[in-house]
């Protein structure tokens, strides 16, 4: 699986961006695919998630803010972020993981695959 991230950009505060992420497959195919986010200096973190039922989740702080969704293509999520502060200044990482169950085995693998990372600057 690819993902390809895009729609990072410069904003004052305040402003809004939408960063999409377009994976090889269907996302229906994909058991999660979520955004990610790198500060200089700081660890990866979790932004929001989108399970293949629909189901979508998000750290606390940014809920509100940042939402999740599929995009209008069958294979895009997108990343609506609003509101934006300059701590949300980060590289934003597309996520999908893809869980494969061996029926012999009755074991399942989750697979986790990365985008290359789009940049969101906000200034004051």
């Known amino acids: 699986v690819q993902l390809q991230a895009s729609g990072g950009g410069s904003v004052q505060a305040g402003g809004s961006l939408r960063l999409s992420c377009a994976a090889s497959v269907t996302t229906f195919n994909l058991d999660v695919m979520g955004w990610y986010r790198q500060a200089p200096g700081q660890q990866r973190e979790l932004v929001a998630l989108l399970t293949s039922g629909g189901s979508t989740n998000s750290t606390g702080s940014l809920k509100g803010r940042f939402t999740i969704s599929r995009g209008n293509a069958q294979n895009t999520v997108d990343l609506q972020m609003s509101s934006l502060k300059p701590e949300d200044t980060a590289v934003y990482y597309c996520?999908?993981?893809?869980?494969?169950?061996?029926?012999?085995?009755?074991?399942?693998?989750?697979?986790?695959?990365w985008g290359q990372g789009t940049l969101v600057t906000v200034s004051s």
């Open positions: 996520n999908a993981v893809r869980k494969i169950c061996s029926i012999p085995t009755k074991t399942c693998t989750d697979y986790n695959y």
